[in-house]
């Protein structure tokens, strides 16, 4: 195998277990976009073991996988979902969003029938402009729920810059004043949530009924923050060498005009932009070799890298093991050369690299 991905459900146990010490609150397991493209199987599974309250994901057809994969806990879909597909939510008894007056005609005139039977949170904009009923909206949309007697469950935001206190707690204040009426109005207690990850370790008293927790799981730390050593990364994206070369100063190295400044010894790594290694790193980024860090060097081809191992010692041979990605070469740390966010870095990881589970 010339690549593969090591997913430690350990450090995901340990990682949900802190998030739920910390918090003291019921879970809702973000696994969307394949948790995180690290691949949602094996980690669904484990998280259900462990009773997560519940997940969520993006979209419809992530949710029938989970059922597919005998997940009965409740799955919230965050994102539209296209009115012939409300059949299907029904019989799957899946939980969907209700983001605008647009959305909610477009169900009403398509099957009341089913969408009687439908499981819905509702979800308020209080900030992010992105998805969401806003304040103005709320009198107009009671009026429907009640008429239709639609079955609300939930009531949701999301925090849109939660590095930013202050912002975060006018969109929680705003969240409150709007979720309380709803209440009232449907006279009805809903699941009221709002915390993210970052939310759920940082701040208390966002936390209402439920957080909805994703990055911490898998371990991405919170940009900007001192590293919370309670949280492991979850996962180490591996490969081997190759190749190895001599190349003098002078010479060029890899695609386009890189000429190398010194002497050096070249190890070639069977990784690349194919498998979702992100080619802005050509240049910037390291990867780990038995314990130490060596240089990226030339630009970064769709299946292979080269690296300079000149102050590697002795034991340099083909077929030594190296980390691209894990706890020696953070998603942290190639986020902030690429000028992306960690979640960015793990999310574009082929799905076709093998998934190693260690349990
Ligand atoms: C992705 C997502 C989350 C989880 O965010 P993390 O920062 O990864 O914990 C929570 N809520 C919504 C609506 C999301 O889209």
Redesign the pocket.
Known sequence: METWLEIDLKKLKNNFEYIREKSKSPICS?I?ADSYGLGVKEIASELDKLETDSF?V?FFHEALELRRLGIEKEILV?NYIPEERLIDVEKNNLTITLYSIEQLNEYISSNLDILKNISFHIKINTGMNRLGFDEEQLDYLIEIILKNNLKIEGVYS?FAHVEDYNFSNSQNNLFLIIADKLEMKLNKTLKKHLA???ASVKYEGFYHNMI?????LYGLQPLGDTINERIKCIFTWKSKITNIRKVKKGERISYGDFVVPNNMEIATIPVGYSHGYMRQLSNKAKVFILGKKYPIIGKICMDQMLVDISKMDENRRLGVEVEVLGDNITPEYLAKLSETIP?DIICKINPNIKRIIKR
């Open positions: 973000v969307k969520a993006a965050f999301h993210n990850s970052v909805r927790v994703g990055m911490l979640d």
